[in-house]
């Protein structure tokens, strides 16, 4: 047989330095209710149970849609016997130590009342939830519902808890009374223990509250949860400045405080005091909205109210001791904790000037990061370079662990036997109090000559890259000029790109125009019609002036017509002035404008061929009558 | 984030070296420039070193400055510095032997250091003279297309060499933003032996790993008197004191 369980509470992660959340879902009721949720039991009988937690609450509305389910599905239930039963999980307590009572209604299901608990002195009651369950064997159906409280004797002496009256099917049964024997010795520590437990509370507990510099502090922080949660609850983790804080894996599990079941979500810490002093860790804070149900509500399992509480842990002062001066070796670089250490080398047989990687580790526990790399020892038949090191951290649920390895190249000059001298690395053991002084084994290198006999002439840096071993001499040469800005970087050097662009359009634009006047030498000549008139008319002037009048006159002719044709774009030659006034006629011209340009027309044509019957019009007067015409007859040839 | 970046560089320039040869009144550079040659070859590097840092601090700059200034640093046992002053020199004068061999002498003091393969390739130009070169091929791309555009005569004969310049131009186009985009973002190297890189801005951080003097950095960020580095190609990011690295 299969239960649905209330679903265990969320894990408590957080992020380091701000508020964060909880990041599972809150506790949750499931009702199983519907067919997809009936689970099966090993002898294949159908059950489904409907688990209903009320914190708080002491009345409780039946899933109906899990029991209207099951009703539909099912048929109706058996007529079975109704039992009624009240049981304690035990019968000797603690003053203000809670125990649990549990009323179990069986063969009946719907129309159950809850138990109506009689005021009793030295006892406190609270309702810790409501539950159903429904089993249905051969099509028959049997129901129970089962009422938890959590009792608390607030006197100590013998208590009797009474006969506890329910209804159900419109019958009332009884319980039996249970005797309970409540001693002083175990009391509860909890604030408000009489009226139940709390249903969320933190706490921080720190494993040590005096330390050394570099010592472990364990830090622990748990948030207790038997409620349900309406929403994610957010963590501040708390202050600790003055210490170097890492981070622990966390658990989350099952438990209990004095005596009441909680799902706990622990964070853990380990906290190294950086200087001498009395640090303080600050509160860890905790903000969670429990849901409650409003009674009244039939929507109560869809919509549920909240109940924000803001939860805070103790300040925890510390006391950062100093490292004690007595006893200080030589070469201590602040290493605190338990080390073991290591050497090696990548080969123990070398041709002299090639590079060796020395490589030493420390294993322990302790600030393992922060660790300095070690005094090496002095080579004087090698060169010794840069150290690098890594760190591969280990850490378990109570400690910082892990190795720091610190790898350094030396290079052996001279052939024959190279002894590197065990490495010392000393530390301070704070669970001895004492320093301690690790040391590793020495290596003995077989060096044997380069490629080039001797050692000396090898490039000190690695082998091949260089032949020489020094650096190149100094320059006398003078080329200092002002600092500028590199070249690709200076907005004018590209804007000076632009000038082969522009160079490039304008070839661009000579080639259209030249192809344009290839392919349309009329649309050309009419573009350009009146400035050609106009260049005649300007030659025309020039000829006034010798007194060459029917020149003029001619000029002037030809500079009228072949505007007219050019902008029309017919043979100037055919072109007669019947024709011209006929096309301007159709284009809008006015009869004052046709007269003009009839007179001056037959008046040219007139001079060019009889100059005896030139008026007396001054030349200038006839170039800029023609002028005035030409433009005037720009918008209408 | 740049106006930090900034004031870093500026407060690097000025806090380049020592300054226990300070002239009181600005003198010829020339002079200056070979009487700090003359205190190196005296082995006084320290004295020729503040001097060249002196000129450089006047806003003067040259590929023989700058690799002056390296041998002084090396020769007093500044590797990162040494190596730093290089890199300057090798920038304005990317071919020059002398420069490129004290560069390679000095990095292969560096642990594990590796040097990108093409780098070599890389630097045979400087970015000037990418640039001018870029700019001479699209003057004669262009100039040789807008010629043919106004004359309207068929390039003919020339075009092999025009496909070429072409392609030429891309290549190089392409080489000199890559160069161009290294300019930009600040990089530096690591002027103090072993810094610690912690994993923020303070000594309250924990130290994650250490970077070996003259190591190439990234500079990424800044803040409070402390930097924060890139190590490239070993993915490693954290923060260090100012005084532990320089810009190029």
């Not at chain 1, 002037?556 to 007219?564: C, K, M, N, P, S």
């Amino acid at each position: 047989m299969s239960v649905v369980q209330a679903a265990e509470p969320n894990p408590l992660h957080h992020r380091r330095g701000e508020g964060a959340e909880f990041p599972e879902s809150p506790p949750c009721i499931r009702h199983s209710a519907s067919p997809s949720a009936i689970s099966h039991s090993a002898f294949g009988i159908p059950h489904l149970a409907v688990t209903e937690a009320r914190p708080g609450g002491s009345r409780a509305l039946p899933t109906a849609a899990a029991l209207l389910a099951s009703l539909f599905l099912f048929g109706a239930p058996g007529r079975a016997e109704v039992t009624v039963q009240a049981t304690v999980d035990r019968n000797v307590v603690g003053v203000n130590d809670p125990f649990v009572m549990t009323v179990v209604v069986s063969g009946a299901g719907m129309g159950v009342s809850d138990p109506r608990i009689p005021e009793i002195t030295g006892l406190g009651f609270a309702a810790a939830g409501r539950s159903q369950n429904v089993s249905i064997v051969n099509g028959s159906m049997t129901q129970s519902v089962v009422f938890t409280y959590q009792v608390t004797a607030t006197t100590p002496g013998r208590h009797v808890i009474p006969s506890v009256a329910i209804t159900a099917g419109g019958k009332t049964y009884a319980t039996d009374p249970i005797q309970v024997t409540a001693s002083a010795g175990g009391a509860g520590t909890t604030a408000g223990a009489a009226a139940g437990p709390p249903p969320v509370k933190v706490v921080a507990e720190a494993g040590k509250r005096r330390v050394y510099v570099g010592e472990q502090v364990p830090l622990v922080v748990r948030f207790f949860n038997r409620a349900q949660l309406a929403s994610q609850p957010s963590y501040s983790p708390p202050d600790t400045a003055g210490f170097l804080v890492e981070d622990l894996p966390g658990r989350n599990y099952q438990g209990s405080s004095q005596g009441v079941a909680y799902a706990v979500a622990e964070l853990r810490y380990a906290l190294f005091g950086t200087s001498p002093g009395n640090p303080v860790i600050g509160p860890a804070v905790v903000q969670a909205t429990v849901a409650e149900r409003d009674a009244a509500d039939p929507f109560g399992m869809f919509f549920r109210r909240g109940r924000t509480f803001t939860l805070k842990t103790d300040p925890i002062p510390v006391v950062v001791l100093p490292l004690p001066d007595s006893g200080k070796p030589a070469g201590f670089r602040g290493a605190v904790g338990s080390f073991t250490v290591r050497s090696s080398v990548d080969r123990t047989s070398v041709e002299a000037g090639t590079p060796v990687t020395l490589t030493f580790e420390v294993t322990g526990r302790g600030l393992v990061r922060s660790l300095k790399e070690p005094e090496w020892p002095a080579l004087p038949s090698a060169r010794r370079y840069e150290t690098v090191s890594d760190v591969n951290m280990k850490k378990t649920a109570d400690a910082v662990a892990g190795t720091k390895t610190f790898r350094t190249v030396i290079v052996p000059q001279a052939p024959g036997k190279l002894a590197i001298p065990g490495i010392s690395y000393p530390f301070f053991d704070p669970e001895a109090r004492r320093y301690v002084a690790a040391k590793t084994a020495a290596i003995m290198l077989d060096v044997k000559p380069g490629k080039g006999g001797t050692s000396t002439a090898q490039a000190p840096g690695l082998p091949g890259k260089a032949t020489e071993s020094d650096i190149r001499f100094i320059k006398s040469r003078y080329d200092l000029a002002p600092v500028a800005e590199p070249l690709p970087l200076r907005p004018r050097f590209w804007a000076l790109q632009a000038l082969p662009a522009l160079f490039l359009l304008a070839g661009l634009a000579v080639s259209f125009r030249r192809r344009v006047l290839l392919t349309d030498p009329a649309g050309v000549r009419a573009a350009g019609a009146r400035r050609t008139a106009m260049k005649r008319l300007k030659t025309a002037g020039a000829l006034a002036k010798t007194g060459k009048t029917a020149e003029l006159h001619a000029a002037v002719h030809e500079a009228l017509t072949r505007f007219l044709a050019d902008r029309w774009r017919v043979s100037p030659s055919g072109l007669t002035l019947n024709a011209a006034e006929g096309r301007l006629r159709e284009k809008g011209a006015d009869e004052e404008l046709l007269n003009r340009v009839r007179e001056t027309w037959e008046q040219a044509d007139l001079v060019r061929y009889a100059p005896m019957a030139a008026s007396a019009r001054d030349p200038g007067e006839v170039l800029s009558t023609a002028g005035r015409l030409i433009a005037d007859l720009e918008k209408f040839a | 984030m740049s106006a930090l970046l900034l004031a870093f560089i500026l407060s690097s320039a000025a806090n380049a070296g020592p300054v226990s040869l300070k002239p009181t009144a600005p003198s010829n550079p020339k002079d200056e420039f070979v009487r700090a040659n003359s205190a190196y070859e005296a082995g006084k590097f320290a004295d020729a070193l503040a001097a060249w840092e002196g000129l450089y601090a006047r806003g003067l700059s040259g590929a023989s400055l700058c690799y002056n200034i390296g041998c002084a640093h090396y020769r007093l046992g500044r590797r990162g510095h040494a190596i730093l002053w290089f890199e300057r020199a090798r920038s304005l004068a990317p071919r020059d032997e002398d420069i490129r061999f004290n560069l390679s002498l000095a990095r292969s003091h560096l642990p594990d250091e590796t040097v990108p393969p093409w780098e070599t390739f890389d630097r045979v130009l400087s970015p000037g003279e990418l640039s001018v070169l870029v700019a001479i091929l699209l003057a004669f791309l262009l100039g040789a297309a807008g010629f043919g555009a106004l004359t309207g005569r068929d390039s003919g004969k020339l075009k092999p060499w025009l496909a070429g310049a072409a392609v030429a131009l891309v290549v190089l186009g392409a080489w000199l933003a890559l160069r161009a985009r290294d300019l930009a973002s600040p990089q530096g190297f690591v002027v103090a032996a072993a810094a610690e890189v912690r994993s923020g801005p303070g000594e309250e951080y924990t130290a994650g790993f250490t970077v070996p003097e003259g190591r190439r950095a990234l500079l990424l960020n800044s803040r409070n008197g402390w930097v924060e580095i890139g190590v490239p190609g070993q993915g490693l990011k954290g923060w260090v004191r100012e005084e532990a690295v320089r810009k190029i």
